[in-house]
């Protein structure tokens, strides 16, 4: 498993997934991608019909998910921390099963409303985004000490179980695994 022992860093370590249920057109996946972006989408469609849901306040959701996720994203925009980022894979190739994985640090910062298409309906899809820095891509076969101990549910999560290590690749005090 992941040593104990390292030096403690001051952030925490955080996990997003960027999955089909991110249901977005594939250029603006690309585009987070591209642009080192992290996002959620939590529109709310019961509640509100006419437009995905643009309110950054937790307490205004109605499902669970939602509000969890919000709150953790909430945390991340207002003290910052480490991510692990995981999107979807869009190109067929020999990596086809494998997901794209970008780790960086997330400054504190505003999060930011992200205008785009749904991919499987006729409407904006509004996503609540922040930026990362300090970004390395992780390719198919590295990292799988932290690959294993991912969280297994949840679009946003702290990531305790990462202990530092997340931090230390980040910072490149330590090597790719």
């Known amino acids: 498993m992941i040593p104990k022992n390292s030096a403690p860093l001051q952030l925490e370590s955080f996990f997003v997934r960027h999955t089909s249920k991110l249901d977005i057109i594939d250029t603006a996946l690309d585009n987070l991608f591209d642009t080192d972006t992290i996002a959620i989408h939590f529109p709310e469609r019961r509640l509100h019909l006419e437009g995905d849901f643009e309110s950054l306040d937790p307490n205004k959701y109605g499902e669970v998910a939602a509000r969890l996720s919000m709150k953790t994203l909430n945390i991340l925009s207002d003290h910052g921390g480490y991510i692990w980022a995981q999107y979807r894979q869009l190109r067929k190739g020999r990596y086809a099963d494998t997901v794209r994985i970008k780790v960086g640090k997330i400054l504190p910062q505003s999060i930011a409303l992200y205008r785009t298409r749904w991919r499987t309906r006729d409407r904006d899809a509004v996503l609540k985004t922040l930026r990362m820095t300090s970004v390395r891509q992780i390719w198919p ?23 530092n290590q997340l931090g230390l690749l980040v910072e490149g005090k330590r090597n790719v695994s």
């Open 141 to 163: 076969g590295e990292e799988n000490t932290l690959r294993k101990v991912r969280p297994r549910e949840g679009t946003i999560r702290r990531w305790p179980a990462a202990r």
